[in-house]
């Protein structure tokens, strides 16, 4: 047994390895570079403005929902849209309002609400 040349072999393989292994990554890198452009160049971005009706895309409803149960839920109304892309809403069932990632969000073209309503008492008359 010749200890010097299995050594030395031994350092060629793991040099093989590491050449290998950096390829490997290598690869993984330009693979998820290339599948981000491609989701990326899918995402439409969504503009809202506010008092504008929203529906939000339920994404823990995945458990057996049932085949003809709708993901979206809603309707919100949009108060402030921030420029990184959050969407501040108010529930217009309970009236509480929190802040979303706007692509969670779609535009709901239903009956529209109307703000300007006022309130007449008949007995004043």
Request: without cysteine.
């Amino acid at each position: 047994m010749d200890w010097a040349a299995a050594g030395d072999k031994r350092l060629l393989k793991l040099n093989e390895i590491e050449k290998f292994q950096t390829q490997a990554y290598e690869n993984t890198r330009l693979y998820k570079e290339k599948t981000k452009q491609w989701h990326d160049a899918k995402i439409f971005p969504m503009q809202f403005e506010p008092r504008q009706q929203v529906l939000l895309f339920n994404s823990r409803l995945k458990l057996f929902p049932g085949k003809l149960k709708s993901r979206w839920s809603g309707s919100f109304e949009v108060i402030q849209v921030y420029s990184h892309g959050a969407v501040f809403v108010n529930d217009l069932r309970t009236r509480a309002t929190f802040k979303l990632n706007g692509q969670r969000l779609k535009h709901y073209w239903g009956a529209p609400i109307e703000h300007d309503k006022q309130n007449v008492s008949l007995h004043d008359v």
